[in-house]
């Protein structure tokens, strides 16, 4: 009876599985975001290069160009303690899992059950057999079971696909960003780092500024108390001294804050990371820089930020597909296999038994407006992937931009601000020499060492400001990270900018 029932059920469901085919429509899962041509700042032809030579997969060993190895160390232990690349870490298993998850919602699935049981019901169809007493004695009986069962919704109008879609959008976008947390780790590390470079470079300059004060103080009171020099001039000697050592003593406290911002980022202990800091060289060459040759949308391209707000878009539009899909109708397939087997009183008997169906198809009528709304979610979700995927893009060809201004503008200033130094410095020696001979004034003195010191910070900040630039720049093309094999060649969609 069920095999002449088999052919007729497979001919009434063709029509239906042929509908699996079917797909809901989608929004668009690739959008343009509007992108100028070329750069607008590129630095002077001939000047310098970008230490890549434009090209991206070098950039991974951008670090390794200052040949500085405690700085390589350093962000190797800050990618290892951060709990941001953690938990992007964290977020790639679990959208992985949620890949497989709803990949394995589109095949059919299978159950197996086993069961045992053994009684002397007298419902079990045995005949009872009198005893001498006149009671009824039931053999006991024993009932074995083993069966399969499956169930597969037949994805009609492809709302399975689309979640399908989004999660593998979702679990590549998850990728992005654990490549993006490194990055921005890499970089917040190694500018911890060069700050306190610098400021170990401004401890110099300031412990310079201490000592001379401190000795031409020293010399002067010598001088008062000979009567030689007047009182007034020895207390403006002792106050510059003072206020000298003060600055000192406010740098050493800045460099041992920026020691311990450095031992929060790595996990490294206190004492081994100051060791490893006060082994290090404090002056730090940065590599000559040149104009970025790559246009725009193959720079961006190598943006994993930019890349993960790209799949976010593809998410979101395959998400809108599948809640539309929830308005259509639903058709599910169940069957199972089973054996029984029954043994008692000498007894065996077994029993194989298989079902198809039923095919069930769920249409829905009413539900108060729930589906609609769903579907009007997912397309806000998706309008808003949309709008954070374009800013993203521009907020990249700011920073890029922003970075290779910096950069030209600290190179600009540098050769100005070696100059500024290296004059202050020879006007303050002749105004000692003058000084020491009776020639100028303690005053003069002290306006040539103030100016002196003013441009040796300057030029300690210019190093530090360039040296963010750089940073900003390793940022800001992405960190040496490039796409996907299967997606590298897909940059941005990208509409030049009027």
Known sequence: MRNSRLPALCLAAAPLLLLAACAVPRPPAEVAAPMPAQWQTPLPAGTAALPHGGSMPTLA??????HDPLLVELIQAAEAASPTVASAAARIGEARASRVAAGAALVPNLDGSLSASRGNSPSSGFSSTPTTGGSTSIPPITTLQAGLQSSWEIDLFGGLRANRDATQSRFAGADARWHDARVSVAAETANAYLA????RRQLVVSTSDARSRAETARLTELSARAGFTAPADAALARASAAEAANRLTQQRALC?????????????EGPLLAAKLEAAPIDVDLPAVQAVYSVPADALAQRPDVYAA?????AASAEAGAALAQRF??????????ALQIRGGGLRESLDTWTIGPLALTVPIFDAGTRAANVEAAEGRYDEAVSLYRASVRRAVREVEEALINLQGTADRAADADTAVRNYQISLDATQARFDTGLASLFDLEDARRTLFVSQTARVALQRER????VSLY???GGGWTRPESLASTAPIATPSP
């Open 61 to 66: 060993e951008w670090w390794r160009q200052l």
């Open 196 to 199: 306190e470079r610098a400021c």
């Open 256 to 268: 041992l804050v920026q020691q311990q911002g450095l031992v929060a980022l790595t996990g490294i």
């Open 310 to 314: 790209e799949l976010d878009v593809a």
């Open 329 to 338: 109708p639903k058709l599910g397939l169940q069957g199972s296999i089973a």
């Open 467 to 470: 040296a963010e630039a750089w």
């Open 475 to 477: 940022r800001a093309m």
